[in-house]
Every structure is written in structure tokens, then in C-alpha cells.
T-cell receptor, first 114, second 112 residues
Framework: DTGVSQNPRHKITKRGQNVTFRCDPI?????LYWYRQTLGQGPEFLTY????????KSRLLSDRFSAERPKGSFSTLEIQRTEQGDSAMYLC????????????FGEGSWLTVV | GESVGLHLPTLSVQEGDNSIINCAYS??????FIWYKQESGKGPQFIID?????DKRQGQRVTVLLNKTVKHLSLQIAATQPGDSAVYFC???????????FGSGTRLLVRP
């Protein structure tokens, strides 16, 4: 499978715990994105990396959220002190190069905070 | 997985008929548009894209039409099949921004 890979696919955690999601983009894609999607809504942009540099962050990304892409390949999204409002699907996407280009999404990581 | 789009507008079509899904986008400066298909519990799947210097683009069984005057985008699916049943989102992008802005989605139901 050469698509965007995300894991874990499902995570149930207690409120206050930390969780981390991993994304492996399509090989040689230098652009990587994180989005969040709640029930009944379209995906909402969280953050964007070009190689290892985080170039844009949404206001949705509170201080409890941190994303990294240390070697310009895979990325992690960590949520600290989770809240019930964090329950959502976290989507990773990648695209190959600068300018307009198709953005391909992974299958998402479902987070349920209880 | 859980379902997305529990309270979305729904288009119900007979198998074999053509489907037209509409989208009103928000920013007159948007210059790139994508249609995605999302099945229950899965991530969005790319269908077709179009740039603002075009008003029509065709793919396999799909056509996207862009009307910049009224900021309207449509996706036409020919000979709709049961496998086309999903939620469809349009997304827009403009200028130097890297992010896609998604519309609210339409659920397509294909009746056998």
C-alpha cells in the first residue's frame, strides 16, 4: 500500500491522558497536513509541514496540541491533557510538491475521549 | 468506524441515473478546487480537481463544472452505481495558502 498511512486507527482514552498519532505520508511527498473532522462536518485544517518545517498552524491547534516532522518524513500529532471536545477523527494528508497539487488523505485516526 | 455526515443534505438517485452534487464556495479569490468522496469510517478520497482558469474538467464518469461568477461548483457522476454511495465534499484553496477549506458535504444514496 503506497498511500498515506495513519496509526493507530482508533484510540479510546480517558480525559486528561496524552495521546499521540503517527502519519507516514506517501513516499517523497514533501508536504504534510493534519486535519480534524467531527461528525457531520468537513475536515478542518490544523497544521502544515513542508519537509521538516511547520509553516502554518490553525487557531484550532491549542497549546495542548503539538505536531512534529523531525526528519521530513513521518509526522506525529500529540494531544496533551485530552478533553472530551478533542473527540474527532484526525486526518493526515500529503502532497508532492509546491504549488497546486492534489492532496491525498489517509484513513484517519479516530479519537474518543471518555 | 463511525459515520460522517449524520445531518447532511442527501441526494437519492436510482442506480444508472446521473447524479449532480452542488457546492457553493466561499472565497471569490479561490483558484483551486477539489472534490472528495468519503465513505463511512474512511478518509476523504480524491475524485477530481479543477483550477480557476477552467470551467469544466472531465474524468472517468465524473465531470466538474466551475462557475466563478456565482461561486458555484458541481460534480456530475454519470451512470451512478451503488459504490458511489458516500458523502461528497468540495474543497477550495487560494493563493499562497496551503490549506483546503471544505464545504459541509452532501450524502449520495444510490437506490438499487
Amino acid at each position: 500500500d503506497t498511500g498515506v498511512s495513519q496509526n493507530p486507527r482508533h484510540k479510546i482514552t480517558k480525559r486528561g491522558q496524552n495521546v499521540t498519532f503517527r502519519c507516514d505520508p506517501i513516499s517523497e511527498h514533501n508536504r504534510l497536513y493534519w486535519y480534524r473532522q467531527t461528525l457531520g462536518q468537513g475536515p478542518e485544517f490544523l497544521t502544515y509541514f513542508q519537509n521538516e518545517a511547520q509553516l502554518e498552524k490553525s487557531r484550532l491547534l491549542s497549546d495542548r496540541f503539538s505536531a512534529e516532522r523531525p526528519k521530513g518524513s513521518f509526522s506525529t500529532l500529540e494531544i496533551q491533557r485530552t478533553e472530551q471536545g478533542d473527540s474527532a477523527m484526525y486526518l493526515c494528508a500529503s502532497s508532492p510538491r509546491a504549488g497546486f497539487d492534489t492532496i491525498y488523505f489517509g484513513e484517519g485516526s479516530w479519537l474518543t475521549v471518555v | 468506524g463511525e459515520s460522517v455526515g449524520l445531518h447532511l443534505p442527501t441526494l437519492s438517485v436510482q442506480e444508472g441515473d446521473n447524479s449532480i452534487i452542488n457546492c457553493a464556495y466561499s472565497n471569490s479569490a479561490s483558484d483551486y478546487f477539489i472534490w472528495y468522496k468519503q465513505e463511512s469510517g474512511k478518509g476523504p478520497q480524491f475524485i477530481i480537481d479543477i483550477r480557476s482558469n477552467m470551467d469544466k474538467r472531465q474524468g472517468q464518469r465524473v465531470t466538474v463544472l466551475l462557475n466563478k461568477t456565482v461561486k458555484h461548483l458541481s460534480l456530475q457522476i454519470a451512470a451512478t452505481q451503488p459504490g458511489d454511495s458516500a458523502v461528497y465534499f468540495c474543497a477550495e484553496n487560494w493563493g499562497s495558502s496551503y490549506k483546503l477549506i471544505f464545504g459541509s458535504g452532501t450524502r449520495l444514496l444510490v437506490r438499487p
